[in-house]
T-cell receptor, first 109, second 112 residues
Framework: GENVEQHPSTLSVQEGDSAVIKCTYSDSASNYFPWYKQELGKGPQLIIDIRSNVGEKKDQRIAVTLNKTAKHFSLHITETQPEDSAVYFCAARTREVTFGIGTKLQVIP | DSGVTQTPKHLITATGQRVTLRCSPRSGDLSVYWYQQSLDQGLQFLIHYYNGEERAKGNILERFSAQQFPDLHSELNLSSLELGDSALYFC???????????FGSGTRLTVV
């Protein structure tokens, strides 16, 4: 089955700086790559996604990139704000979605 | 409110007991997925139902079972509970098996 590796496991940045989270996947049949944000006490919330026929997608301060050849995809958050502090999960889907282990992002005011 | 409703929010029970977790998917979504989230294991896929039929099983123990009813709500049954079953259990739904998921707020199960 699919295996998704995510790093770093924790990330601390100063407010206003950028944050980058990187993931790799194993199954070349994966065709959909969502990213989720989970705040304390809540369920994961989809924040952005990218399909395998697209190399990059941007939504305001959030961007995702996908390198199908290398089986890498990344989340970029620019101009970080304290409310960006949360756990972020990358995921890859063949039939069902397989999640990475999560990255705890702390934005320091 | 994501539109996916999970009940109860919290559940405390003793080892050896059986519990039922309930999930109502977002209106119009035919697929329901169950995930288990523990501190050291991340989000682990348990099972997927589509329009009442089981579509896929993940790392679901034989002590666990699920079903999806004609009104599309789903129940996850956990029996012979062990301390290690303590975790957050999430339900997610999607329009079809290939779309992004919408998660509920989860049920926190504590086995004592």
């Amino acid at each position: 089955g699919e295996n998704v590796e995510q790093h770093p496991s924790t990330l601390s940045v100063q407010e206003g700086d950028s944050a980058v989270i990187k993931c790799t996947y194993s199954d070349s049949a994966s065709n959909y790559f969502p990213w989720y944000k989970q705040e304390l006490g809540k369920g994961p919330q989809l924040i952005i996604d990218i399909r395998s026929n697209v190399g990059e997608k941007k939504d305001q301060r959030i961007a995702v990139t996908l390198n199908k050849t290398a089986k890498h995809f990344s989340l970029h958050i620019t101009e970080t704000q304290p409310e960006d502090s949360a756990v972020y999960f990358c995921a890859a889907r063949t039939r069902e979605v397989t999640f990475g282990i999560g990255t705890k992002l702390q934005v320091i005011p | 409110d994501s539109g996916v409703t999970q009940t109860p929010k919290h559940l405390i029970t003793a080892t050896g007991q059986r519990v039922t977790l309930r999930c109502s998917p977002r209106s119009g979504d035919l697929s329901v997925y169950w995930y288990q989230q523990s501190l050291d294991q991340g989000l682990q896929f348990l099972i997927h139902y589509y329009n009442g039929e089981e579509r896929a099983k993940g790392n679901i123990l034989e002590r666990f079972s699920a079903q999806q009813f004609p009104d599309l709500h789903s129940e996850l049954n956990l029996s012979s509970l062990e301390l290690g079953d303590s975790a957050l259990y999430f339900c997610a739904s999607s329009v079809e098996g290939t779309a992004g998921y919408t998660f509920g707020s989860g049920t926190r199960l504590t086995v004592v």
